[in-house]
């Protein structure tokens, strides 16, 4: 259900659903990083970079969404020291743009 709101950018709609299953899927690396977008979506900056900051998986924290959601919350928290520091961790080649290119 919640993937339907997200397509349809309901993200309020998304986080009534996503609340409602927390409980079941707190430390599930996929589950925070929606809830986390969904939070960063609605202006929710400071409850989304903690739900990032929960995920585990190191294919999840190199994807560039994630990156990109993360270092936004970290601007909006008034910490862009540690947006530019996500930056800066970043593989630039462009081999790595390449593959990532692949995927659009």
Do not use: H
């Not at 009534?16 to 202006?43: V, W």
């Not at 560039?64 to 959601?69: A, D, E, N, T």
């Amino acid at each position: 259900m919640a993937s339907c709101f997200f397509l349809l950018k309901q993200f309020d709609d998304v986080l009534i659903y996503l609340n409602s299953i927390k409980s079941y899927f707190y430390n599930e690396d996929p589950f925070n990083y929606n809830f986390g977008q969904a939070k960063a979506a609605t202006g929710s900056y400071k409850e989304a970079e903690e739900i990032f900051l929960m995920i585990q998986s190191e294919k999840l924290k190199s994807d560039y969404v994630y990156l990109g959601w993360l270092a936004r919350c970290y601007i909006m928290n008034r910490k862009p020291r540690l947006a530019w520091e996500l930056y800066l961790k970043q593989e630039t080649s462009s081999e790595k743009f390449q593959s990532s290119s692949a995927y659009c």
